[in-house]
C-alpha cells in the first residue's frame, strides 16, 4: 500500500474514532427483543405481529423443525457460521 493511501486511512480512522462534538441529537423511542432465537422469541415476533393462534402454532411447529437441519454447504463456499442467538429479531 502506499504511504499517501496509509497515511489516509489513518487520518479517517482518527476522524471517526472521536466522539461526537457538535451536540445535534435525536432520542428515537425504540422497542427491542433480547437477542437470541427461542420459542419464546417466536411467540413473541407472533404477538407483536397480532397473529391468530393457528399462525403461532404453525411457527412453532416449523421452529421446531428448523432446529433439527443442520446447515447447507453448498459450492464449497468458505464462509463464517450464522450466530443465530447473537442476532436481535425485532426492534421498531
Known amino acids: ?4 493511501k496509509n497515511k489516509s486511512l489513518s487520518t479517517i480512522d482518527q476522524l471517526v474514532s472521536q466522539p461526537y462534538k457538535y451536540g445535534f441529537e435525536t432520542e428515537i423511542e425504540n422497542e427491542r427483543i433480547p ?3 427461542d420459542e419464546n422469541t ?4 407472533s404477538e407483536k405481529k397480532n397473529e391468530p393462534e393457528f399462525m403461532r402454532k ?14 447447507p454447504n453448498w459450492a464449497e463456499l468458505k464462509h463464517p457460521k450464522i450466530d443465530y442467538q447473537g442476532i436481535t429479531y425485532y426492534s421498531a
Open 1 to 4: 500500500m502506499s504511504d499517501v
Open 35 to 37: 437477542v437470541g432465537l
Open 42 to 45: 417466536v411467540r413473541l415476533l
Open 58 to 71: 404453525s411457527r412453532l411447529q416449523a421452529f421446531k423443525v428448523w432446529q433439527e437441519l443442520t446447515e
